[in-house]
């Protein structure tokens, strides 16, 4: 009896927790390790983030120096005003050019495709996007996407062999009804046959280029709209329309902004088709059926050969291309900053 009290009143054996030499101490190593090296990760990886960023700034710095370092020779020698004259003589004695007629030709061809493609993009990005069914929706996105791919050369042939002499007729009945409007007065003209080449033409070809980018991204905008807005919408009884109108146009706005100034910049930008669409004339004519016209991307395409032969031929066409990158940098600058003003009205 005494023998088994004492049993039980022994306490249990004792055991030795581990020492910092075994796993304790080296899982506290291993934990320190893989912390340094997740930081060093962290830093290499950041590294390289800002190293890109930094990259993107360098080449930006690096295109405008080199444009305006080879555009000075343009300031000197020029008989004519460099920012108002309608003439482009940099081989004749004296040089006379200016950038007058190149700027307004580009911006009013801009202007005219924006009028034209904007709604349109926005009109197929809301119909693939929330009206149509989900298969017409997939081909019909696959097409837009097909087109957006088309080269430049192939809308300048179409619209040089087969828009211009379609709506020749269209031109000569928009002047003769509607010529009280000094935009689609062709003073000149006395058949259809003289209309064509102009600036209205090249605004309508660069509408249908842009209009497959616009809807592109408009498109991925709108199909982004997050699906309780547009279910709480649905909850308070709202036709289509009235949903389309209070939740996905207001979530899409920035969007729809910034798609708007992606296809303006390609519209800025154009140089094949627009050369083969216009006629060239260096002067500002506010009659937008009357052939003539050029813009800062068409004439630096068409020139460029023969301004080797003159002294100020490349730095006038260099100069040119200059004030087409400061245009498409303040667009960019002006979108960025309403997009941004759009997101924190939203927010």
Avoid at 120 to 139: K, N
Avoid at 311 to 337: D, E, H, M, Q
Wanted: hydrophobic residues 55%; aromatic residues 10%; glycine residues 12%.
């Amino acid at each position: 009896m005494s023998d088994t009290v004492a049993h039980r009143n022994v306490p249990p054996p004792t055991v030795a927790p581990k020492t910092a030499a075994g796993t304790g101490g080296g899982g506290s190593r291993g934990v320190a390790i893989a912390g340094r090296s997740v930081r060093v990760g962290d830093t290499v990886f950041r590294g390289l983030a800002a190293g890109a960023g930094g990259f993107l700034l360098v080449i930006m710095a690096a295109i405008a120096v080199f444009l305006i370092w080879r555009a000075l020779p343009a300031f000197s020698g020029n008989a004519g005003n460099l920012l108002t004259t309608q003439q482009w003589l940099p081989g004749s004695n004296p040089p006379r050019y200016g950038i007058a007629a190149l700027a307004f030709g580009t911006i009013v061809s801009s202007v005219i495709a924006m009028l034209i493609a904007v709604p349109i993009a926005i009109g197929i990005a809301l119909f693939i996007a929330h009206y149509a069914q989900r298969r017409l929706a997939t081909v019909l996105g696959g097409l837009v996407d097909l087109l957006a791919a088309v080269p430049s050369l192939i809308f300048g042939m179409w619209g040089l062999y087969f828009l211009i002499p379609q709506t020749r007729g269209f031109q000569s009945w928009l002047s003769e009804y509607f010529g009280w409007i000094p935009l689609f007065d062709n003073r000149n003209a006395t058949s259809a046959a003289q209309f064509g080449q102009s600036l209205l033409m090249a605004g309508i070809v660069l509408s249908i280029m842009i209009i497959p980018t616009i809807s592109a991204v408009t498109r991925e905008v709108f199909l982004q709209v997050p699906k309780d807005t547009m279910d709480a919408a649905w909850a308070l009884g709202a036709t289509k329309w009235e949903m389309v109108r209070t939740a996905v146009l207001p979530f899409g706005r920035a969007g729809m902004i910034s798609a708007s100034m992606l296809g303006l910049g390609r519209a800025l930008g154009e140089t094949i088709a627009v050369a083969l669409v216009l006629n060239s004339g260096f002067t500002i004519n506010w009659h937008l059926t009357e052939p003539g016209g050029d813009t800062f991307a068409s004439t630096i395409a068409l020139k460029f050969g023969e301004a080797s032969g003159s002294k100020n031929g490349i730095p006038a066409l260099i100069f040119a291309g200059l004030c087409l990158f400061a245009i498409t940098l303040i667009v960019n600058s002006i979108a960025r900053a309403v997009v941004a003003r759009k997101k924190e009205f939203s927010a």
